[in-house]
């Protein structure tokens, strides 16, 4: 069995064995690059490694010695030779890139003899003994775990004690010192003495690296990136260049084009007389790589050359390592480069426009989820590099928010009035901070998930959201939070951001997002090719006009709760609640009636002709109940009732389980008024817009929370009747649908028999997830991060659907219904209608369109277009 391969053996598509440093250092060799020669290690062979309990073992110790004679042959040098030695790095690569996270040492080979062969065969002492001084704090950090930072101290020591501002003033002699300073810490560190013998510091670094691997930050990089455990890393042995010779030498990074805004035009940095890592490290400013144009006009055009060509080979933008030895230019690593949304964008777009990739190549290659970046404002680099961060919750609602925070939605609407900008901080958020979190500039709360009120809530209105940052103890009373002992009051200014979850103190500035003209490209493209509907989630007339901009083909939820809560209405719904008699009701029903028709005739107006799906009343009656003495008191004197009495009714309405209790199309079954109020509206509504803009309104009217096929049945012939009675008054022709969400597990099981009574499905993947699990939306949050991190689920069901479980459930319910009816339209209006995984799940599925809040719309379309290639 072969683990080890010259890099004239292997090829790009090697990644998986060789690594993609060492896949792609065999690449440009292939195509006559200039690369220095050397071998890699397999991804195999670290395996093996940690099989055998993290040993190599003798077969692969004998197969490194084989590719080293080899290499020694090509390079005309010898490991540890006294005239012309051989040096070569130890690098590191995953299949994967994990830039930074795993070690690499340079210099290798040398010891107290080839310093001195090195510095006579190039007749540069300094040059040989800062070559060594950089190997034993390399080598002594990676293989020996010896700190860095005592090794800095000296090098540090000796510059202040000389008045050097940098590392290039330091003279042989000065060096010299502190290679031998170098060698007393290590001697007293790990009490040996630095190892000598050139192939021992090969296999110890081999098998360092190997291990680094399984160093804490790569592990945690890997989880924060999905990235399998079990792939490994490579090892690449190659020989050195030398770009710490003198002036005439350097090292760099390149970007072929701009990273953060996709600008083709060649991006990067150098720094002369410098090895490996000095340029990242920012140990001197470096120059840009403009400036190598004046400094060595011919490495610079041999460069440009070489740029153009690993961009036409690998068709992507590269990020390029580079070192010149002597004004000799080498390749050192390439790789595709790590961009902005912004950046992705527009590269692709005009990739596509150079003929280096097609289109669908093009859609292939944007990280749907690196859309949200472009839509949403965000942090000032600089700005944020300086900022102090409090604490880290879930990163529910992305963008970037700054402002004073108050505790309740009215302290918050009175500051938002008086023009500043605020953050509404809570335990956590309730129907009625909805006014409160159109207000402010962001919401952060202690508790609750992903799919948290908050949550939901603010992803819908495309406001930043950080949700259950546990660390913060906020008492609402002493309108204050805690963060580790450290007071917050009303009016101090913290800064959130909803895309990575972390809490700032302080104001920190924001850019504003701006679309470029690759984005509508980009999606006009993805548009073309994609099967599958996109829909938006919207309650309100802006909400809709905002989802249109985004591309939304129609609403596919929209929620008439989020209406009652209105401040001028709340008490025309309490008195339906706390109504005595049938008939108390309906007269609290008729005064919401005009309100909640012009709420659907905004909505139209906002849509046009597209399609609009109505969900009636859902949420338990309970969260629509007075809260304080005042408010009780004046549902009590509107109602003519005492007090007491709307104690007792509050206290009577009190559910143990909301979710599962009475809710949904439980009420409308219990209160047909409401139903019969939420129809005409919807009909009435639909009636005057379509003649009024002389267009067509099909209104699409669902009911929640079906579980058995007779409850659609019953509440479909109060809608029918009410609905026909109106269009016959008005006489008009209108047609409207009556269909039902799927969201109990009873439904998806009885899917064919709800089929013969409604006109659609769709699937409220929320509620489906809480109950095929039986996780409480609300409180899973608590658990669900453990069940994560001990890989007990894969990740959170609430953000990505679950498609073993609740999945099949509504494969099973899409077959069924359409075993009815063929042509039944299905859609989904869960939070899960904007994840990019579970897109492509349902479109597998064959569903009719996906539904989610505004701002998703494009990574929508975008991952619906993905799904279809
Ligand atoms: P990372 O993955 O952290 O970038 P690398 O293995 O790419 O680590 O190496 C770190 C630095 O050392 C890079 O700047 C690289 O160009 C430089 N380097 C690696 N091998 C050699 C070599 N053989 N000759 C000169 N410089 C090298
Ligand atoms: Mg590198
Ligand atoms: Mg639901």
Not at 446 to 459: F, I
Not at 479 to 498: A, H, K, N, Q, Y
Request: charged share 25%.
């Amino acid at each position: 069995k072969k683990y080890v391969y010259m890099f004239q053996e292997g090829n790009s598509k090697m990644k998986d064995l060789l690594g993609g440093k060492g896949a792609n250092l065999a690449e440009m060799t292939r195509i006559g690059l200039p690369v220095p020669q050397g071998f890699t290690i397999s991804t195999q062979a670290c395996n093996l490694f940690y099989e055998k309990g993290e040993k190599l073992t003798e077969e692969i110790k004998e197969e490194i010695y084989t590719y080293l004679s080899q290499l020694e042959q090509e390079t005309g040098k010898t490991f540890g030779s006294k005239e012309n030695p051989l040096l070569v790095s130890v690098r590191s690569g995953a299949a994967i890139s994990m830039p930074g996270m795993m070690d690499t040492i340079l210099n290798l080979g040398l010891n107290d003899d080839t310093v001195l062969a090195l510095a006579e065969k190039t007749q540069n002492e300094r040059f040989a003994y800062d070559s060594y001084r950089r190997f034993i704090q390399m080598f002594s950090d990676v293989v020996l775990s010896i700190p860095k930072y005592k090794f800095d101290h000296i090098l540090e020591r000796v510059k202040e004690e000389n008045n050097f501002m940098e590392d290039t003033q330091l003279t042989a002699e000065h060096l010299k010192e502190i290679v031998k300073e170098y060698k007393k810490i290590v001697k007293s560190e790990v009490r040996r003495a630095f190892p000598q013998e050139p192939r021992e510091q090969l296999l110890m670094a081999v098998e360092a690296v190997f291990a680094s691997w399984n160093n804490p930050r790569a592990i945690a990089y890997r989880r924060y990136n999905e990235i399998p455990h079990e792939i490994g890393t490579a090892v690449n042995v190659q020989s050195m260049v030398f770009g710490n010779m003198g002036n005439d030498c350097g090292t760099g990074v390149a970007f072929t084009r701009n990273p953060s805004t996709g600008e083709k035009k060649l991006f990067g940095e150098f720094l002369l007389n410098a090895q490996g890592e000095d340029v990242v490290a920012g140990i001197r400013t470096p120059k840009t790589i403009s400036q190598l144009q004046q400094l060595m006009p011919e490495v610079y055009d041999q460069f440009i050359k070489t740029t153009e060509i690993l961009e036409k080979h690998y068709r992507d933008m590269q990020d390029i390592e580079f070192t010149i030895e002597e004004s000799k230019l080498f390749i050192l690593q390439t790789r595709s480069g790590k961009r902005t949304a912004e950046a992705a964008m527009r590269v692709a777009v005009e990739l596509v426009e150079e003929g280096l990739i097609s289109k669908e190549e093009a859609i292939l290659r944007i990280d749907a989820k690196q859309l949200d970046q472009l839509l949403h404002p965000t942090f000032e680099p600089r700005a944020l590099e300086a900022a102090q961060m409090l604490a880290q919750g879930l990163p529910a609602s992305p963008g970037a928010a700054r402002g004073k925070i108050y505790f309740t939605a009215e302290k918050i609407i009175e500051a938002a009035n008086n023009g500043e900008k605020t953050i509404l901080v809570r335990q956590e958020t309730s129907p009625e901070d909805i006014e409160g979190m159109y207000a402010a500039q962001g919401i952060l709360t202690a508790r609750g998930g992903m799919t948290s009120h908050a949550a939901v809530v603010a992803r819908g209105m495309g406001k930043c959201c950080v949700a259950g940052c546990e660390t913060i103890k906020v008492n609402e009373q002493k309108r204050e939070f805690v963060i580790e002992g450290r007071v917050f009051t009303e009016g101090d200014f913290i800064s959130l951001d909803g895309s990575t979850g972390k809490v700032y103190r302080g104001d920190i500035a924001t850019i504003e997002p701006t679309l470029s003209g690759s984005f509508g490209e980009l999606m006009q493209w993805a548009d073309e090719i994609r099967s599958l509907l996109v829909r938006t989630n919207a309650d309100t007339p802006a909400d809709a006009r905002t989802a249109v901009k985004f591309g939304a083909q129609g609403i596919g939820l929209c929620r008439t709760e989020h209406m009652f809560f209105d401040e001028s209405r709340i008490l025309s719904v309490r008195k339906m609640i706390f109504a005595k008699t049938t008939e108390q009701r309906e007269k609290a029903l008729e005064e919401l009636l005009p309100v909640q028709r012009e709420d659907f005739e905004g909505i139209y107006e906002a849509m046009g002709e597209r399609p609009v799906t109505i969900r009636l009343l859902d949420p338990p009656l309970h969260e629509f109940l007075p809260h304080s003495g005042k408010e009780m008191q004046d549902l009590a004197n509107n109602l003519e009732i005492s007090l007491e009495e709307v104690k007792e009714i509050a206290e009577s309405l009190k559910e143990f389980n909301p979710m599962l209790g009475h809710r949904g199309c439980r009420l409308a079954i219990t209160y047909p008024e409401i139903t019969i109020m939420q129809t005409k509206a919807i009909i009435q509504a639909a009636i005057a817009v379509s003649k009024k803009n002389n267009i067509t309104i099909k209104p699409e009217i669902m009911v929640p929370l079906i579980g058995t096929v007779k409850e659609l049945k019953y509440l479909k012939d109060v809608i029918h009747e009410t609905a026909r009675e109106i269009i016959k008054e008005a006489e008009v022709d209108l047609d409207y649908l009556v269909g039902t969400m799927i969201e109990v597990p009873r439904a998806t099981l009885t899917a064919d028999e709800i089929a013969q009574e409604a006109d659609f499905f769709s699937f409220g993947t929320n509620d489906l997830t809480q109950m095929t699990f039986g996780f409480s939306r609300d409180d899973a949050g608590k658990f669900l991060k453990e069940y994560v991190e001990k890989d007990i689920l894969e990740q959170d069901p609430f953000q990505s659907i679950d498609q073993e479980g609740v999945g099949k459930l509504v494969e099973m319910a899409v077959e069924l219904g359409r075993k009815v009816k063929p042509d039944l339209k299905i859609g989904i209006c869960g939070e899960h209608g904007g994840d990019p995984e579970s897109i492509k799940f349902f479109h597998k599925t064959g569903l009719s369109y996906v539904s989610c809040s505004p701002y998703r719309v494009p990574i929508a379309r975008l991952s619906a277009a993905q799904a279809q290639i």
